[in-house]
């Protein structure tokens, strides 16, 4: 089985090189496409490059907006000759264990199998706190959280993208989405597989964060549950890694706590009173 994993970013200097580095092993070649970044995300990808030249496949594309978004997703689609694909946002940094049996089980099954889909942990304000589950609101075989498909058979029939940036999902021939399809299909990793940082500042630049569609809004102001103190973070946070890189061992800073302290009672109140069927942005 050829495993492909597909990176369309832009301004993601802060976890990119985490989140590839996280993966990169496991699969058999990563299509790294930018889509116009201003921050370091560039430097991030050459050295990449550098560490992983047979695997790396980069292209810069320029400038999108929501809807072209998805054409390049589907042109990513059509260029992979590959037998599956692993969705490698620059936001999601996965443990070794998760992507290994996420790898393993496409080898030993994938033949029989539409897609897999994995859960995470949502930090928030910091690395060392995350948000409630209830805040998740995907919804796939009638549970409702954070988890996502984050694996799926590039074989499927009329398989393609649809709908812009933030409402973006899989479709097969017949116009259904991908968690739609039998659910016999599609297999449920147990357990948590990665880390999102998808409302955290996810370059150096808040400017750089708001050139990017639809991020502006992304950076939530609440504050989370703690970790546990010997909470065991995925391995590639310890590797060696380029000096330039910002830690991402910082605690939230007393302007963010003081809004968060008003912001998080209400969103609370919000999630377990007023439910929501929404699962885009």
């Known amino acids: ?21 996280s993966v990169i092993k496991f699969v058999d070649k990563v299509l790294l496409w930018d889509t116009g970044s201003s921050d370091d995300t560039l430097k991030i990808v050459e050295s990449l490059k550098q560490r992983y030249p047979s695997k790396i496949k980069f292209r810069e594309i320029g400038e999108v907006n929501p809807e072209q978004f998805t054409v390049v997703r589907q042109k990513m689609l059509e260029e992979s000759a590959c037998d599956w694909v692993v969705i490698v946002d620059g936001d999601e940094v996965w443990w070794e264990d998760k992507i290994k049996e996420t790898t393993d089980l496409i080898h030993t099954r994938g033949q029989g199998l539409d897609s897999l889909v994995s859960q995470y942990y949502n930090v928030i304000g910091d690395i060392y706190h995350f948000q409630d589950e209830l805040a998740g609101r995907y919804n796939i075989d009638g549970k409702v959280g954070n988890f996502n498909i984050r694996a799926f058979n590039r074989k499927i029939k009329g398989l393609k993208f649809k709908k812009p940036h933030g409402q973006q999902g899989l479709f097969d021939f017949a116009d259904r989405l991908l968690q739609e399809r039998e659910q016999s299909k599609r297999f449920w990793v147990m357990g948590y597989s990665y880390l999102h940082f998808t409302n955290m500042p996810r370059s150096r630049a808040r400017s750089s964060d708001l050139a990017v569609p639809k991020r502006a809004f992304k950076l939530k102001y609440e504050l989370g549950n703690s970790f546990p103190l010997d909470f065991y973070y995925p391995e590639v946070f310890f590797e060696d890694r380029p000096e330039y890189l910002k830690s991402v061992w910082t605690n939230m800073d007393l302007k963010y706590q003081a809004r968060s302290f008003v912001e998080t009672p209400f969103k609370k109140v919000k999630r377990q009173h007023f439910s929501s069927e929404k699962s885009g942005y």
């Open 1 to 21: 089985m050829q495993i492909w994993g597909h990176a369309l970013v832009k301004n993601e200097d802060r976890y990119l090189w985490y989140a590839i580095s």
